[in-house]
């Protein structure tokens, strides 16, 4: 049983998946985004919170609303099993490739 009397059979009939599948995510195989996005929905809980437990939305923290792209999802699925020197490093890379894409439009106007 999933939550609130939702089998994993109804969960993956409004899932449009299997039951196996289902069970797959509930033993800790990723799922692809449309699905997380499906599964947020029928929770109504963000991607986010699927993925990370977090239940503040960036509001309640102060952070910018940044969204959960493909791009953000591929990241994650990446950079999880890095050290944490690594996933700074990607962050410090990540914040210079910004700076300079800033520096880039200032000068383009």
């Known amino acids: 049983m999933v939550r609130d009397g939702i089998t994993n059979y109804r969960l993956a009939k409004l899932l449009d998946c299997s039951a196996s599948t289902v069970a797959n995510w509930l033993s800790g195989k990723e799922a692809?985004?449309?699905?997380?996005?499906?599964?947020?929905g029928v929770f109504e809980v963000t991607v986010d919170y699927l993925l990370t437990g977090e239940s503040k939305t960036p509001a309640e923290t102060g952070a910018r609303d940044i969204g959960f792209d493909d791009f953000t999802y591929a990241m994650y699925h990446e950079a999880k099993e890095l050290t944490q020197e690594k996933k700074d490093m990607l962050l410090r890379m990540a914040r210079f490739m910004r700076q300079e894409h800033e520096k880039e439009s200032d000068q383009s106007t």
């Open 32 to 40: 692809t985004m449309p699905f997380l996005q499906k599964l947020a």
